[in-house]
């Protein structure tokens, strides 16, 4: 293996562009030249713990960007491709781990069962239509300005008003897990226009929330669309969770979860209501 061929091949082994046997013709040579294996170990080891941290935690807004001029600034100093992997390749990958896992976030992301949140759908929504912020008081576009002067949070509330839904009640209640920790959530009720049985609720957390089943194990994470969805089911209940940035979302309903998912793919949040 002539060593521009060799650099060239270590490369792409590493970022995993070679075909089954070309990887296994620099496997080959890899076995029998320790230094380049430990080279190309430490870069795929890191890659790998990137990885699992952007997977696990909210990417703060902009800091893909940052990172990657950052990666362009460290190539511009460097000519060799072999010498970015083994050097400012590692450093570029230790730059992404690094900002990632000390960015400011306060908390970590608080488990909370999925439970919780059905049964304030249940209880608030479907039972007692618990309206604690007075939404019912009034013409609805006057009481929604209201209420976003009385309580901040609601600038956030998913718009379901704008996708056929009307709003119903807002009351502040949220699962038991949320009050223990002191998140701050915002909960209200729509009912689908054109069918009255048609009941969701709309859960907004001042922070970093995972579902996770009564066991507490995390529920699976779909992705679809712009968003990465969780959910879990309660009963008949089911519930799907985002977050974006420090703020978590969350729909409530009777209804299957690829329903419910389209929904939540649908809606605008963090911006203001319109006027009426």
């Known amino acids: 293996m ?65 990172v990657r001029a950052r990666v362009a600034v460290a190539r511009c100093r460097h000519s060799g491709r072999w010498y970015r992997l083994g050097a400012s390749g590692l450093a570029a990958a230790a730059v992404l781990v690094f900002a990632v896992l000390m960015w400011p976030r306060g908390a970590q992301a608080t488990s909370i069962q999925v439970s919780g949140f059905a049964a304030v759908h249940r209880r608030c929504a479907l039972e007692q239509q618990h309206d604690a912020l ?31 839904y009307q709003l119903e009640s807002v009351c502040r209640c949220g699962p038991a897990e949320c009050r223990g920790c002191g998140a701050r959530v915002l909960h209200a009720c729509f009912r689908r226009s054109d069918d009255q049985d048609v009941v969701v609720s ?11 089943a009564a066991d ?17 089911t309660d009963g008949d209940i089911t ?38």
């Open 2 to 66: 002539n060593p521009a061929w060799r650099k060239q091949r270590l490369v792409e082994y590493a970022d995993g562009e070679l075909s089954p046997g070309e990887r296994a013709e620099v496997e080959a040579y890899l076995r029998d030249h320790p230094a380049d294996r430990s080279v190309v170990e430490r870069w795929q080891a890191l890659r790998q713990s990137a990885r699992r941290v952007l997977d696990a935690e909210p990417v703060p807004v902009g800091l893909a960007e940052r």
């Open 134 to 164: 007075g939404v019912r008081r009034g013409a609805r576009g006057a009481s929604v300005r209201q209420l976003q002067a009385v309580e901040p949070l609601a600038r956030q509330l998913p718009d379901l008003t704008a996708v056929g």
């Open 202 to 212: 709309a859960f907004v957390v001042d922070r970093s929330v995972q579902l996770c």
């Open 239 to 276: 519930v799907v969770g985002w977050n974006e940035g420090r703020i978590s979302y969350l729909l409530a309903a009777r209804m299957q979860r690829q329903e419910l998912t389209r929904l939540a793919e649908k809606l605008h949040v963090g911006e203001v209501w319109p006027e009426e």
């Open 216 to 232: 507490g194990s995390h529920c699976s994470q779909c992705q679809r669309g712009r968003r990465c969805f969780r959910c879990g």
